[in-house]
Structures are given as structure tokens and as C-alpha cells.
């Protein structure tokens, strides 16, 4: 059974910083291309950031140069490190895994509350 487990969220000033946490088990972590992704009420979710299996990283423009994604495989974790938030980074952060070998393997965590609010 497939789970991705997210973690860190939370309350926390303009200008704060908060580090998310994924725990994934049930899949060869290594072979998978790990992603952040988040939904504010009202909108539909976005890609915030993904880390490949070779550890290639791209991001929002939004978030571009204040948030950092990260892997440890021997963990099975993935982190997102969140620097400078905005009151627009609210939103619940899910954690993804995805992996396109013959088929598509795309499994998702439920989500971490994010609020950026004085």
C-alpha cells in the first residue's frame, strides 16, 4: 500500500519560514520523481516544486529563490524548505510521487495546512 505522508505545516508570519516533511512508503522511492503541489481555496492546485530521481529541480516562478526542494533516498523522504512566505503562499501542500514506466504511477499524500497570516 502506497503512502506519502506530509508533515511541517503550520501558522506562521509574513516573512517566516517553515520546512515540510513527505515520509513515502510503498514504492522504489529512488525511481520516482518527487513534487510539491498546493491549493488555496477557490483555486485549483498548483505545482510548486519537483525533485527528479537524478535530483534535477525545477519550480514556480512564484516560489523561485525563497523555497528549496530536497530528497533523501535512503529516508524515503522528500522536504520542502519554505523561506520569505507571503500571505499567498496559503494554501494545503501536497505531496506527490510520480514515475512513467510502461504505465503511470501518481499518488498523492492528503495535504498540510500552510497559513501565512500576522
Known amino acids: 500500500q502506497v503512502q506519502l505522508v506530509e508533515s511541517g505545516g503550520g501558522l506562521v508570519q509574513p516573512g517566516g519560514s517553515l520546512r515540510l516533511s513527505c515520509a513515502a512508503s510503498g514504492i522504489n522511492f529512488s525511481f520516482f520523481t518527487m513534487g510539491w503541489y498546493r491549493q488555496a481555496p477557490g483555486k485549483q492546485r498548483e505545482l510548486v516544486a519537483t525533485?527528479?530521481?537524478?535530483?534535477?529541480?525545477n519550480y514556480a516562478d512564484s516560489v523561485k529563490g525563497r523555497f528549496t526542494i530536497s530528497r533523501d533516498n535512503a529516508k524515503k523522504m522528500v522536504y520542502l524548505q519554505m523561506n520569505s512566505l507571503k500571505p499567498e503562499d496559503t494554501a494545503v501542500y501536497h505531496c506527490n510521487a510520480l514515475r512513467i514506466a510502461g504505465r503511470r504511477f501518481d499518488f498523492w499524500g492528503q495535504g498540510t495546512q500552510v497559513t501565512v497570516s500576522s
Open positions: 525533485i527528479t530521481d537524478a535530483s534535477i529541480t
